[in-house]
């Protein structure tokens, strides 16, 4: 007799850990690690997923009164080093154990079961994520010397587009009207053969020039000591970190592909994160060309279908390369060499529903179970990872950083200028182009080239600025900037709670408190405004493009405007936050930042690493060809070190003071913080959890060196859709258990009906 132990998947139930069963010998030989099973389960029936299985009985049940699972839904996903990242996930993350375990199962299962009668077997419900057929059409060996009658133009023209290749028959008979009865009269006489293959969704084709790669005549010197570091990170195969600390435009890529052409000459595979935004057709086609067929791509933008194609051809072992977004960690690889974080200081790699995890930290602990080695690549890394090279180690890995400061080819780094907003609109201009930008776009303009625009808008219209002095108001208390909100004609505190009656310009009470200008208004630009102010600028041969949520809504339109771009002779490419990574485009001469402080003043510790990680990244973007580069940067905040660093190309311009700062205040890198956010319609009930949560948290780690928590106070979007939100935070020092900590005050608070709350383990979105 052999027993499973389960992560049963009970939605209304968050269950701790797992339960045990026993294996009915009839399908012993089904039930492995990674299956969805059906069990019963207090009196109902079940889904969960076996996380282990056992010749030995669990110690604490008589076997006799051990329940059987009843039934195998699903093949296995996962394998046991699996199972045990997503038991690591669930503890770290406090989130239910199905949660974590759901990760890893194929897209489109869902935990339903149905059956058709009674006494018929239970199946799971997949949506559109079965494997798909399609009907191929091929000539036959009786093709030779046939000739079809006189009128049968259909089957001539069916035998000259197959002349080419197989088709599918839909494709045929999308271009033939009346290719399938052609086709069927073709088959009677052994001309042509039919027969179903296994159709796999989900394969993108770009015309971006830069979507391919061609193998460098050699790697710089930077270049091939990132992939020795590799190697040793590799044979070592402890889990060991590569930071690749490379200039935008050093060829980081480069090294990614070096480094898994010979992990998969070790036979073993490797897989990739890119950010979902940067996952165009050109990045891809960059794997593509030089892996071929050997590469699976999976991100959000693929339907179910294509996602669950991708998804499998993994598992079978077909494929190698895994590139995808985030979620591509959890794709069953079934033998992990190596894991590539590209961009690893991107926000967006932490997820922001349950399980709230960050792929650098699961890729971190999934390296040290596969025994292989992590690369993250940036050219603005993370805070966290720089200080975890500093320390040499972390969590008993080794982390090492490399550094590329050096464009390949001769290729040099732009020349960054900063413009002060301020003293252009004391010098009365009232455009959202400076001077000297405008000079440079009209140099564009001349000499047919072209030109990128980022259009800030996060953080965007939050707060009162001055015009004149670019002074904003802040909490004398707390020395954060005070948030305005219309509705109330408020300046309000988000660390305190203070607030303080303004009205905005133009309204004749406004004075700033810094200079005593009216003009004290939400600070904010629309793309409408810059596309309008472009156009009259810009002579009309020049193309502007602009990318942004509304214009990138559609399936594929996102490559398509780039595409645009890259096939214009002379054009500007006007975007948010969207436009400034890992676009390679040779004939960029100049980077336009409009606004490149929105993000500085919001209340977030990691504010001014946003901006500067933003601001450097979009820089990059300039002079990646033969021609030199140009950066103009528009701000109010002209001596920020965050402007600064990126005008001087010197990181720790920015650094040293930002570091000083956190480590001051006890943040990250210095200390772990957690997020408790309780939300919910009724405000009162929503209080009183949240001063429980509170109150838990302090009472549990009262007298415990390098914690604090900090509120309850109310969220800096204190109510969305209708629900009033707060928030407690939690400081904890490096090596703390922050998750069983948190999960187990939460576990303690009574919340009421409609009272919610999120444990956000490491909280990257504060707000
Ligand atoms: P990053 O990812 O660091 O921004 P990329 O990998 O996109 O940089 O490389 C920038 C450009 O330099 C690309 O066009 C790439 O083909 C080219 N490149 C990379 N490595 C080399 C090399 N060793 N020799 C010549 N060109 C290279
Ligand atoms: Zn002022
Ligand atoms: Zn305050």
Not at 142 to 169: C, D, H, K, W
């Amino acid at each position: 007799m052999r027993f499973a132990s389960v992560a049963l998947d009970i939605s209304t139930r968050a269950l701790e850990g797992t339960f045990d069963y026993a294996i009915p010998e009839a399908i012993e030989g089904q039930v492995t690690v990674g299956v969805t099973v059906l069990v019963p389960f207090s009196h109902r029936s079940a889904v969960g997923y076996v996380m282990a299985t056992s010749d030995e009985p669990p110690k604490d049940v008589a076997p006799s009164r051990l329940l059987a699972v009843v039934q195998v839904l699903a093949p296995a996903a996962f394998g046991p080093h699996s199972a045990a990242v997503a038991r690591w996930i669930a503890h770290e993350y406090a989130c239910p154990l199905a949660d974590a375990v759901r990760l890893f199962l194929a897209p489109g299962q869902k935990v339903r079961v149905t059956r058709e009668s009674s006494d018929a077997p239970w199946e799971l419900v997949a949506e559109k994520a079965a494997p798909a057929d399609a009907r191929w059409v091929s000539l036959a060996p009786g093709a030779q010397g046939f000739e079809p009658i006189r009128n049968a133009s259909r089957q001539r023209e069916v035998l000259e587009a197959l002349s080419a290749g197989a088709m599918r028959l839909a494709e045929l008979s999308a271009t033939i009207p009346g290719a399938s009865t052609a086709v069927n009269a073709l088959a009677k006489r052994g001309v042509v053969t039919v027969e179903t293959r296994r159709q796999i969704r989900g394969g993108e084709k770009t015309t971006l020039s830069s979507a391919h790669a061609p193998r460098p005549e050699r790697l710089t010197q930077g270049q091939l000591a990132a992939v020795a570091a590799i190697d040793e990170a590799r044979s070592r195969a402890a889990g060991d970190v590569v930071l690749v600390d490379g200039v935008t435009g050093s060829g980081k890529t480069e090294v990614y592909l070096e480094a898994i052409e010979r992990t998969l000459v070790s036979g073993k595979g490797a897989l990739v994160l890119v950010p979902e935004i940067s996952l165009t057709a050109q990045t891809v086609g960059r794997f593509r060309s030089r892996f071929g067929d050997d590469v699976a791509v999976l991100h959000s933008r693929l339907s179910t279908g294509e996602r669950f194609d991708q998804w499998d051809l993994v598992r079978q072992g077909a494929v190698h390369v895994v590139v995808g977004a985030r979620s591509a960690l959890f794709a069953p690889l079934a033998n992990v060499g190596l894991i590539i974080i590209d961009e690893e200081h991107e926000s967006s790699y932490k997820q922001d529903s349950s399980p709230r995890y960050h792929a650098r930290e699961v890729a971190a602990r999934m390296a040290q179970e596969w025994g292989c080695a992590l690369v993250l690549g940036s050219a603005t890394p993370s805070l966290e990872s720089l200080r975890r090279c500093e320390v040499g180690s972390w969590r008993g890995a080794r982390w090492t950083r490399v550094e590329m400061s050096e464009r390949p080819g001769g290729a040099v780094l732009p020349k960054v200028s900063i413009v002060d907003m301020a003293s252009q609109f004391r010098g009365g201009s009232r455009s959202v182009f400076s001077e000297p930008l405008r000079r440079a776009l009209g140099g564009v303009a001349e000499r047919r080239e072209k030109a990128v625009l980022l259009l800030n808008r996060r953080g965007f219209a939050n707060f009162l600025m001055c015009r004149e002095c670019g002074c904003v108001p802040e909490c004398p208390h707390c020395s954060t900037a005070l948030t305005y909100h219309e509705r109330t004609h408020a300046l309000v505190c988000h660390t305190c709670g203070r607030s303080w009656p303004v009205r905005a310009y133009p309204d004749p009470s406004t004075r700033c408190p810094n200079c005593g200008s009216r003009y004290l208004g939400a600070y904010g630009v629309g793309t409408q405004r810059v596309e309008d102010e472009l156009s009259m600028l810009l002579p009309k041969d020049v193309e502007v493009i602009r990318m942004d949520a509304d214009t990138t809504r559609a399936k594929g339109a996102h490559q398509r405007l780039l595409e645009q771009f890259d096939a214009a002779e002379c054009a500007v490419l006007v975007g948010t936050q969207m436009i400034a990574k890992g676009l390679d485009f040779p004939e960029v001469t100049l980077v336009g930042v409009i606004n490149a402080d929105t993000m500085l003043k919001l209340p977030d510790f990691r504010a001014a690493e946003r901006t500067y990680d933003l601001l450097e990244q979009v820089a990059g973007r300039a002079g990646r060809g033969g021609r030199p580069g140009e950066v103009i940067v528009q701000t109010y905040w002209a001596t920020h070190p965050a402007m600064q660093a990126v005008l001087a190309h010197r990181r720790d311009v920015f650094l040293a003071p930002e570091l000083a700062e956190r480590k001051e205040a006890s943040y990250p890198p210095f200390s772990r913080l957690a997020n408790v956010l309780v939300w919910g319609k009724n405000a009162r009930a929503v209080g009183d959890a949240s001063a429980n949560m509170a109150a838990a948290l302090r009472e549990k780690v009262a007298g415990l060196p390098g914690w604090e928590v900090l509120g309850p106070a109310d969220c800096v979007k204190a109510r969305v859709k209708d629900r009033t939100r707060r928030h407690v935070m939690v400081k904890a020092p490096l090596d703390a258990d922050l998750g069983g900590v948190v999960s187990e005050c939460a576990a303690g608070i009574g919340r009421g009906m409609g009272i919610n709350m999120a444990l956000d383990i490491d909280a990257y979105d504060l707000m």
